[in-house]
């Protein structure tokens, strides 16, 4: 049989018999057969030329020895989310979802390093959907959190949480997600007042909290003062604390909430020694940004990003406004057993004229800086507080005080486990 090229400058077949035609479709079929048995392979593979990011949540479920894996696959179908690419994915934008499946790696009496403030379970709450609760962002798949490779990324090295009580909320939660696969001969926990060691003995790992509420120097860093009207703060260094910060390999560093008083913020250059005879009184956001740009200089003269990698956790809203999420009449965040479902949710007690300034002081700095976006997920989050749950001053509320919050609920503190732990979700993916 011969071919001929057409007038067209394309070929045709001549009329002889159609052999080469099937020979062709037979070729092809064995072709497109060895590309379905050989895709799987080529995608998954790290040294693909095509380098594909984007590999679909459906393989992962699909490898998965998981008992439920079989009753997932239809679901998984429709998933065309991509693996976690810190470049590629925006974690913030997504949605919570309810899954009963999902246990804590720990309990207020399972984990013996809880503050009594956060152990809400201990304390008395009844409910427990706010457990059980799975951050699912729109555009990628979030790892779930390995114990085991938490550690193992973490081998000789140290790890230091710097910032405030919500900040210390994220330490004790990684420390209780890790440390029940260690027998208790290979930890040790060392208490302190401002700075906290976890020992992972057998990784020689260490994961530590050092109390820094607004990183710069104040005077309420060792003996906290709690009237906001008596707090002076040295916005010009961090010296006292950051001697502290030398040597480590991963901090991680937040501050926010202590800002927030709603007063000016009293603030000194030089001395402490001029006691209020130096102090001027500051809006927030230029006391705020003065202080950050403090630590951004120690950062960017200090640290070196070829030892140390730097990363900062972004403001932990409050809920103390009920008519943010249209609850009128209702008590702050007491009694609330439900995120708010409202896409792009955004209430009060987030303040966009810090994230700016955050945005601002950070974009300018030498040293890279990896956000740990958690505001947007945590501000639907209004079921998740400590509320009437908690301590004030040493102690546990009294039954008079929990009937009463509107003045005495902490909309400000998370339970744990709760929230936080999938912050640490969000940190480990990063790592």
């Keep these: 049989m011969s071919i001929a090229p057409s007038s067209s400058g394309t070929m045709k077949p001549s009329r002889g018999r159609p052999l080469l035609p099937i020979i062709?479709?037979?070729?092809?079929?064995?072709?497109?057969l060895a590309l379905l048995y050989t895709e799987t392979i080529t995608f998954l593979s790290p040294t693909s030329i095509f380098k594909i990011k984007s590999c679909s949540r459906k393989h992962t479920v699909i490898k998965s020895n998981d008992k439920t894996a079989e009753n997932n696959v239809d679901e998984s179908l429709l998933d065309d989310r991509f693996e976690f690419d810190p470049e590629e994915c925006n974690v913030a934008n997504g949605k919570w979802v309810f899954n009963r499946s999902i246990k804590p790696f720990y309990s207020d009496r399972s984990c013996p390093y809880l503050d009594r403030q956060v152990s809400c379970v201990k304390n008395g709450r009844l409910d427990s959907d706010y457990r059980h609760w799975e951050w699912q962002p729109e555009d990628c798949t979030l790892p779930r959190f390995n114990q085991e490779l938490a550690l193992k990324k973490?081998?000789?090295?140290?790890?230091?949480?710097?910032?405030?009580?919500l900040q210390r909320g994220q330490w004790q939660s990684l420390v209780c997600m890790v440390e029940s696969i260690i027998p208790e001969d290979k930890k040790s926990m060392k208490p302190g007042r401002s700075h906290s060691v976890f020992k992972a003995k057998e990784y020689n790992a260490t994961i530590e909290f050092y109390w820094a509420p607004f990183l710069v120097e104040s005077n309420s860093d060792e003996r906290i003062i709690g009237d906001p009207k008596q707090r002076i703060l040295k916005?010009?260094?961090?010296?006292?604390?950051?001697?502290?910060?030398?040597g480590v390999d991963i901090l991680v560093f937040n501050t926010y909430v202590w800002w927030m008083s709603g007063l000016r913020i009293k603030s000194l250059w030089g001395s402490?020694?001029?006691?209020?005879?130096?102090?001027?009184?500051?809006?927030?956001?230029?006391?705020?940004?003065?202080?950050?740009?403090?630590?951004?200089?120690?950062?960017?003269?200090?640290?070196?990003?070829?030892?140390?990698?730097?990363?900062?956790?972004?403001?932990?809203?409050?809920?103390?406004?009920?008519?943010?999420?249209?609850?009128?009449?209702?008590?702050?965040?007491?009694?609330?057993?439900?995120?708010?479902?409202?896409?792009?949710?955004?209430?009060?007690?987030?303040?966009?004229?810090?994230?700016?300034?955050?945005?601002s002081v950070?974009?300018?700095?030498?040293?890279?800086?990896?956000?740990?976006?958690?505001?947007?997920?945590?501000?639907?989050?209004?079921?998740?507080?400590?509320?009437?749950?908690?301590?004030?001053?040493?102690?546990?509320?009294?039954?008079?005080?929990?009937?009463?919050?509107m003045h005495h609920a902490d909309c400000i503190h998370w339970c744990l486990p709760g929230v936080p732990d999938t912050w640490n979700q969000i940190f480990l993916a990063h790592l």
């Design 24 to 32: 062709i479709a037979i070729v092809c079929a064995f072709a497109i």
């Design 154 to 165: 973490l081998r000789n090295k140290r790890l230091l949480f710097v910032g405030d009580s």
């Design 235 to 246: 916005v010009d260094s961090v010296s006292k604390h950051a001697k502290h910060w030398l």
């Design 272 to 359: 402490f020694s001029n006691g209020e005879e130096g102090y001027e009184e500051l809006d927030a956001p230029v006391a705020y940004r003065i202080g950050l740009k403090t630590w951004a200089n120690w950062v960017d003269s200090t640290v070196n990003p070829n030892k140390t990698r730097v990363f900062f956790t972004t403001m932990s809203p409050t809920h103390t406004r009920s008519e943010d999420w249209n609850r009128k009449g209702g008590l702050k965040c007491f009694n609330e057993t439900k995120p708010v479902m409202k896409k792009k949710h955004w209430g009060t007690g987030s303040d966009k004229r810090i994230m700016s300034v955050v945005n």
């Design 362 to 405: 950070v974009g300018k700095m030498k040293v890279p800086i990896t956000f740990l976006n958690i505001t947007q997920i945590s501000e639907y989050r209004i079921d998740a507080h400590s509320s009437i749950y908690t301590e004030t001053g040493g102690r546990l509320l009294t039954k008079e005080e929990r009937a009463d919050p």
